[in-house]
């Protein structure tokens, strides 16, 4: 549907919405959901599944943004590639957060490979715990930033329960969405599907070009058995998920002269890129309670992730352009000026950038090398939970053992192009190099055996709650190759020991003071020698807290200072050293305050004038965000002063609704920092406001056993902003322009 369409179909919505009148009371309804987990003495914040299903997002970044100290960078719009970070962590390929489901780690290689190529679908989730500082010393390995757990689809506790869900949106964008759970005698069950497609708001040069768009979908499947009269309370759940998508996504980004004339383009040479991945994630879950305040939850889970990532990034050029081929040599894009519109460029290198930006055709000879990528990586692990009450302490011993690895397969298959002057690629004859099988015999391959336990003491003491913490983490790492894993060209074992305290006073009720320490540690990557040392930090947060039935405020103030700072080299960066290397940044230094507040109702209800009065209008109204400030320090001294890459100094959200028992409005507006995107500080993004836009109306559908129906609309990036989001070796690259969507959801 085109964007007129719906630009008419959100001004409508909204005057019905506006001129519609309603004598029902509000039910009420959290506006930023459950706050049982913040009463810890820590930074933690939960999302509800009501709320998630209120928000409707499909991309990670947009729901956790809300969440004070919580950053994203923007790199397709969709949220397909999600790049997070936490207090003062690069937020790149959401390297330094761990990254759970359901208590079990993510992945795809927490160990062997940090990179979250991957990222679950958050449109299917029914609830997100974040936890940061001290608060997350129970999860690892990575306990500098902290943990973002996502709660998958949860079988119904007694009875059935359904939902659906449809959305349409503009370039393309469609959403379904449904699940239906329930009993039968001691047999529980969930069966879920979710998926998102949509054509791209990128327009590709070029003859026979495909969209820039995507494809995404996730099945999952729970089935629980409950004993009857079991003596421990003994439950038995296994879960499979599989997520596939394929996207039509790149790493090219724009010469700013071609940004300025059109951001939404996108060179020729990126029409055969394409990412095509599969995910498949098995879970079994066992608890008892072999006690009245003891309980055990064990979990057996397995994990395979695939992906062929076809991209252009160099090709092989002729300065002469005479088809002669006497000198031509390669150029990787990385190496091309292309922020400085090639005017740093000469020789093969301003031949190759003029090529890629159409100011010329090649010659006989040339052509655009398109590397399949392939990488390979699984998960297998078990882990063990305890919790046990012992008088006025709440024990939790934890013990995991995991391993995990990746093949990296880079060489010996590509595809060779010829590319003309309008930006049609077209495939040489014989241009296809290598075969499948051969890149996966002498693959790279990166594994990790790793044991972990934790300990936490919960204490209340009055008014009192001191925690105390311990993780330790002994990891083996091996790197050889596929074909050959037993020649291992490394096999080292690293430890690693991490503390934490933490207390909290209760002022009185609602009203409480806290302040936390724990140590910070990322491990390196698989294939890393012990010159590679591992990220370690020093964690210190002071906090005050108020929640009453009406609002919720809360103001924490922090400071992680690194002893070492890790880098890795990402192709997604534009990083022109070797893809993976880690490299130490030296010592670094973090601080900030963080800060949120919502209340329930801002102003107090008036009586509006129609055909009816309203009563019990209420106005939520929320504001988050966080003032920081990063600077590498001490060790390196080519990067002192310098600001950490992709850690915003501020950011804030805010949102002010207008709703009631049948109909809701809401404007927010998001504070989009520039930060820098590399050691050096000279790239850098754009900063702006972007608003965005939420509606529903409840429709008057109560039969076949449909409720809860609603008609929804909502608009992002309202005043279609456009800023550099995000701008490296590769070129500048824009955010998502207004995109207006409208869809039915209803439970059954």
Known sequence: MKKSHFQALAVSSLLIMSTASYAEEM????????????????????????????????????????????????????????????????ALRTTKINVLEDGVPQGPAIYSNGSMYFFPDVGRMEGVEILKGAAAIGQGPRTTAGTINFLSRSVPTMGSEGHYSVTLGDDGFERNHTYYGGNIGSIGYVFEYHDYRADGFKSIQGSGATDAGFDRQTDLVKLRYTPVNSAWNQTFEITSSNTTETSNETYIGLTGTDFAANPYQRYGASSVDQMDND???????????????????????????????????????????????????????????????????????????????????????????????HRDYGMTGVQFIVNHELGNHSLEYGYR??????????????????????????????GRIGDDQSRFDDAELKDTDAVSWHLKDTITSGAFTHQFGVRYEDMENNDGINSNPGNSKQDLERTATMMAASTLYRVSPGVSLYASYNQGHSPVDAGKGLSVEPEESDNFEVGFRNESAGGFMEVIAFLNDYEQLNETCLEAAGCSGSTGDTTNKGQAEVKGIE???RINNLFAAP???????????????????MIQESEYKGQNTTYVGNTIPYVPDFQFYTSLGMETNNWSVALGAKYLDDVFTNDANTYRTGKAFIFDLSSSMNLPINTGGIKNAKLFLNADNLFDKVIVASEHEYGKRPNKPLSVMAGVKFDF
């Open 401 to 430: 053992r995991h391993k995990d690895y990746r093949a990296r397969a880079d060489s010996g298959f590509s595809e060779r192009y010829t590319k003309d002057a309008n930006g049609t690629m077209t495939m040489l004859v014989g």
């Open 27 to 90: 039910s009420p309804v959290s506006v930023f959901g459950s706050q049982d987990e913040t009463q810890q003495a820590g930074s933690a914040h939960y999302i509800s599944d009501e709320e998630m299903k209120a928000l409707g997002y499909t991309d990670a970044e947009r729901v956790l943004n809300r969440i004070p100290g919580v950053y994203s960078q923007t790199e397709d719009g969709y949220g397909l590639r999600t790049n997070l970070g936490m207090r003062g962590t690069s």
């Open 279 to 373: 995910y498949h994630r098995y879970i079994f879950t066992h608890t008892m309670q072999p006690s009245s305040n003891i309980t055990v939850t064990s979990k057996l889970y397995k994990t395979r992730y695939a992906r062929i990532w076809g991209k252009s990034g160099e090709m092989f050029v002729d300065p002469d352009a005479d088809g002669a081929n006497t000198n031509n040599a390669t150029v990787t894009y990385s190496n091309i000026d292309m922020a400085g519109n090639c005017a740093g460029d000469s020789g093969i290198e301003l031949r190759a950038c003029n090529i890629l930006t159409n100011n010329t055709a090649m010659v006989n000879g040339e052509y655009i090398k398109r590397s399949m990528g």
């Open 595 to 597: 800060f949120q507040y």
């Open 607 to 625: 009586q509006m004038k129609g055909a009816g009065s309203v009563s019990s209008t209420r106005y939520p109204f929320m504001v988050t965000g």
